[in-house]
């Protein structure tokens, strides 16, 4: 369900944080979907427990997930707070992206055609791996 990457020197946290993530706000994993076990899904990835059990944790408190006693952990429906959030976010990473991209001299049309490139790139990506 999650590729992760442990040579790729992002955090294991944080890639599996990211995935859940993209697969809530994409749709991929749609509103009442109930995720694996923290166990499970250690098992699953080859990771701590405890790593898992932080990413959910986080998740929760930023509104991408659901606890439900004795039930299990689920993708919670995409709010209208989570709607600003995410726009949020993304505001605030296209701003780093935009800010280095002029520090290291590429002009607005470049730094316009790399993300249209890179974009294009994630979306043919996905369309190969999809079954």
Known sequence: MFQLDPRSGVPIYLQLKERIRHQVTSGRLAPGTRLPTVRELAVDLRINANTVSRVYS?????GYLETRQGSGTYVREV???LREARRDRVRELLRE???EGLNLGYT???LI???KAEIDRIHDKDRRDSP
Request: a negative charge.
């Open 58 to 62: 986080e998740l929760q408190r930023e």
């Open 79 to 81: 709010g209208r707070d």
């Open 97 to 99: 992206i935009v800010a």
């Open 108 to 110: 607005q049309e470049e």
């Open 113 to 115: 055609a790399a993300l």
